[in-house]
Nanobody, 120 residues
C-alpha cells in the first residue's frame, strides 16, 4: 500500500522559515510529478509548487521567490523550503505524488496534511 507521510509543519512568526518533507513508501515502481498544495480555512485547495522527476519546478505566483521545492528521488522524498513566511501562508499543506504501483498503474496519492501557522 502506497503512503505519503509529511513532516515539518508548525508555528512560526512572520518572516520566519519552515521546511516541509514528504516521503513516499510502499510498493512504488515509478515516480513522476510530486508537489505541494495548501488549503486555508474556508478556502479551496490550491497549488503551491510542483516538481517533475527531472527537477523542473512550477510555483504559484504568491510564493515565487520565497518558497523552493526540491526532491530526492533515491529517498522518494519531496521538500518545500518556505522562507519569508507571511500570515497568508497559514494553511494545511498537502503533499501529492503521481506514482506507479506494482501493477504498473499510475495514480495520484495524497498525504494527510500538515498544519503551518504563521503569526503576524
Amino acid at each position: 500500500q502506497v503512503q505519503l507521510m509529511e513532516s515539518g509543519g508548525g508555528f512560526v512568526q512572520a518572516g520566519g522559515s519552515l521546511k516541509l518533507s514528504c516521503t513516499a513508501s510502499g510498493n512504488i515502481f515509478g515516480m513522476d510529478v510530486m508537489g505541494w498544495y495548501r488549503q486555508a480555512p474556508g478556502e479551496g485547495r490550491e497549488l503551491v509548487a510542483v516538481i517533475t522527476s527531472g527537477g523542473g519546478a512550477k510555483y504559484a505566483d504568491s510564493v515565487k521567490g520565497r518558497f523552493t521545492i526540491s526532491r530526492d528521488n533515491a529517498k522518494k522524498t519531496v521538500f518545500l523550503q518556505m522562507d519569508s513566511l507571511k500570515s497568508e501562508d497559514t494553511a494545511v499543506y498537502y503533499c501529492t505524488a503521481h506514482l506507479r504501483d506494482h501493477m504498473s498503474r499510475w495514480s495520484d496519492y495524497w498525504g494527510q496534511g500538515t498544519q503551518v501557522t504563521v503569526s503576524s
